[in-house]
């Protein structure tokens, strides 16, 4: 079993929407990241949290340390949120990464 | 914010030759730096720490003689492709970790190596 799990695995919205991506961990975390990759593209990094709550601009992202979970809420979507969103958490001290396989939002004019 | 420049941003060479790929910290000191690796429709997965003056510490099944690794100075770390193969071809992705927050790591752009 994956360490970290995304849902949902793929999802299209329509543009003007509020999209929810989910992330869920099952080891014990220092700090969770949410990562943007257009297609063919870098990587950017969104947000990295350890508890709470943080937004910028139309995202919001939020943990529940005690639940293991955290989410990406995207609103009002517009296409050039199309891109793949993936969670990585970060397990301390060494600060290596484990990913999510990542969700591929396509949000459609 | 903290920006991190990886050069280039594409690469084609021959099989057989020898690719360097560069990662900065632009506007932070950075310790540590991250090489990942992507393949297609997958996730990244990491190949190797790198550490300011010491040796990388790579990941199991990554081969330290194929993928050179020098973090000489605070801001720069290198990443060279030795003798590549049709089958490095791959997107090459680094991280650097801040000095000041443990925690945060930025990414680079990637480069996209293929090899001919």
């Known amino acids: 079993k994956n360490e970290v799990e995304q849902s949902p695995q793929n999802l299209t919205a329509q543009e003007g929407e509020f999209i929810t991506i989910n992330c869920s961990y099952s080891v014990g975390i220092s700090a969770l990241h949410w990562l943007q990759q257009h297609p063919g593209g870098g990587i950017v990094s969104l947000f990295m949290l350890s508890s709470g709550k943080k937004k910028h601009g139309r995202l919001i992202a939020t943990i529940n340390i005690q639940e293991k979970h955290s989410s990406l809420h995207i609103t009002a979507s517009h296409p050039r949120d199309s891109a793949v969103y993936i969670c990585?958490?970060?397990?301390?001290?060494?600060?290596?990464?484990?990913f999510g396989k990542g969700i591929t939002l396509s949000v459609r004019p | 914010g903290a920006v991190v420049s990886q050069h280039p941003s594409w690469v084609i060479c021959k099989s057989g030759t020898s690719v360097k790929i560069e990662c900065r910290s632009l506007d932070f000191q950075a310790t540590t730096m991250f090489w990942y690796r992507q393949f297609p429709k997958q996730s990244l997965m990491l190949m190797a720490t790198?550490?300011?003056?010491?040796?990388?510490?790579?990941e199991q099944g990554v081969e330290k003689d194929k993928f050179l690794i020098n973090h000489a100075s605070l801001t720069l770390s290198t990443l060279t492709v030795t003798s590549a193969h049709p089958e490095d071809s791959s997107f090459y992705i680094c991280?650097?970790?801040?000095?000041?927050?443990?925690?945060?790591?930025?990414f680079g752009p990637g480069t996209r190596l293929t090899v001919t």
């Open positions: 990585a958490v970060c397990g301390g001290a060494n600060s290596k990464l484990t």
């Open positions: 991280s650097a970790r801040d000095l000041r927050t443990f925690d945060e790591q930025y």
């Open positions: 790198s550490n300011e003056g010491s040796k990388a510490t790579y």
